[in-house]
Antibody, heavy 122, light 108 residues
């Protein structure tokens, strides 16, 4: 069974840093790209970042580019998100989600973690 | 950046109703369109991929259609567990995904 478990959320002051982790199990982690997707309180879903299985391809949403760093440790089946220069508008539940070529046809986020809440406030 | 617009933003319906949610892309995305369901306090769940293909384990009352810029998600006969928020997502510019703003389906 595919399982994704985020951790590392919490309360941080504006300008501060936080590091999120996502522990993966139940699948061959290094064969899949992984995403971070966030959801501000009462709002919709916003894609944040993607990293390929080999870490060769990395992409960020414009809203976090230059402040967030995605990485992975395939030996530990772990996905990471280093968040720097945090702003109030980064307050959200952060989900890790597996990227998969579903049905051999199209990429989609086919498995999600339960999310971890990041609150940026003084 | 491809923009995704859903309509309506919210919808009230009764158990047994047939419901349709629309999603429009700002440019042609062929059939690179996914639908997700999200219940309160839970992570999203993939329902439909490639505009019309049902993800494994998803009930057949869910269906999707469309191509190009206009897409629809249809629930043929609403069940109590279907009251949730639904999101479309374009995968044309993968992995730079964008989501629609969501459609909240509520009980009438």
């Amino acid at each position: 069974e595919v399982q994704l478990l985020e951790s590392g959320g919490g309360l941080v002051e504006p300008g501060g840093s936080l590091r999120l982790s996502c522990a993966a199990s139940g699948f061959n982690f290094n064969s899949y790209g992984m995403n971070w997707v966030r959801q501000a309180p009462g709002k919709g879903l916003e894609w944040v970042s993607f990293i390929s299985g080999s870490s060769r391809n990395i992409h960020y949403a414009d809203s976090v580019k230059g402040r967030f760093i995605i990485s992975r440790d395939n030996a530990k089946n772990s996905l990471l998100l280093q968040m720097n220069s945090l702003r109030a508008e980064d307050t959200a539940v952060y989900y890790c989600a597996r990227d998969n070529l579903v049905g051999g046809v199209l990429a989609a986020a086919d498995h999600w973690g339960q999310g971890t809440l990041v609150t940026v406030s003084s | 950046e491809i923009q995704m617009t859903q309509s309506p933003s919210s919808l009230s319906a009764s158990v047994g109703d047939r419901v349709t949610i629309a999603c429009r892309a700002s440019q042609n995305i062929d059939n690179y369109l996914n639908w997700y369901q999200q219940k309160p306090g839970k992570a999203p769940n993939l329902l439909i991929y490639a505009a019309s293909r049902l993800q494994s384990g998803v009930p057949s009352r869910f269906s999707g259609s469309g191509s190009g810029t206009d897409f629809t998600l249809t629930i043929s006969s609403l069940q109590p567990e279907d009251f949730a928020t639904y999101y479309c997502q374009q995968a044309y510019s993968t992995p730079l995904y964008t989501f629609g703003q969501g459609t909240k389906l509520e009980i009438k």
